[in-house]
């Protein structure tokens, strides 16, 4: 073999070589291109009671104790207004990208008051809107009182993450 076909001979599997590593580095940086895109997906978290669907719509009026702990579950707390009422307290946050703050997006507390006989005397489905406590159920925002006093302490709990 002469000089000119080995130097050839050697050039073939160089270039074979440069062209693997071409598309390695291809598709490192498709890869890399991926994770920064996922990593950059933004994120739910839910705090707190999950409601189920429907089952505020299966406890009617004069239901009983123990057919609202059936449907809802444990309560988050329990408190004694004028009778016994039951607590369920949330929160939803969101987080646009992966190394941001939260921004919480929804918080609500359901209460269920019952009478001296444990019998529910009314429902509720407190939130936040234009930064007051508002029933959703009822469409009204409490007035002040003794009710009114006991949530606003679990809205601000709930708004340190």
Same mark, same amino acid.
């Given at each position: 073999?002469?000089?000119?076909?080995?130097? &050839?001979?050697?050039?073939?599997?160089?270039?074979?070589?440069?062209?693997?590593?071409?598309?390695? &580095?291809?598709?490192?940086?498709?890869?890399?291109?991926?994770?920064?895109?996922?990593?950059?997906?933004?994120? /739910?978290?839910?705090?707190?009671?999950?409601?189920?669907?429907?089952?505020?719509?299966?406890?009617?009026?004069?239901?009983?104790?123990?057919?609202?702990?059936?449907?809802?579950?444990?309560?988050?707390?329990?408190?004694?207004?004028?009778?016994?009422?039951?607590?369920?307290?949330?929160?939803?946050?969101?987080?646009?990208?992966?190394?941001? *703050? /939260?921004?919480?997006?929804?918080?609500?507390?359901?209460?269920?008051?019952?009478?001296? *006989?444990?019998?529910? &005397?009314?429902?509720? *489905?407190?939130?936040?809107?234009?930064? &007051?406590?508002?029933?959703?159920?009822?469409?009204?925002?409490?007035?002040?009182? /003794?009710?009114?006093?006991?949530?606003?302490?679990?809205?601000?709990?709930?708004?340190? *993450?």
């Amino acid at each position: 073999m002469t000089d000119l076909s080995q130097s &050839r001979s050697r050039g073939r599997p160089h270039r074979g070589l440069q062209a693997r590593w071409k598309t390695l &580095r291809g598709l490192a940086a498709a890869a890399l291109v991926g994770v920064t895109l996922a990593a950059c997906t933004g994120e /739910q978290f839910q705090k707190g009671y999950i409601l189920p669907p429907g089952a505020l719509e299966q406890i009617p009026i004069g239901a009983s104790q123990d057919q609202v702990l059936i449907v809802m579950g444990t309560p988050s707390t329990v408190a004694t207004l004028d009778g016994e009422v039951f607590y369920y307290i949330s929160q939803r946050a969101e987080r646009p990208v992966a190394f941001m *703050n /939260q921004k919480v997006v929804d918080q609500r507390v359901i209460a269920i008051y019952f009478d001296k *006989n444990r019998r529910v &005397r009314r429902l509720a *489905n407190y939130g936040m809107q234009d930064g &007051r406590i508002f029933d959703f159920v009822s469409r009204t925002t409490p007035t002040s009182g /003794q009710e009114l006093s006991y949530l606003t302490p679990l809205f601000k709990l709930l708004s340190f *993450n």
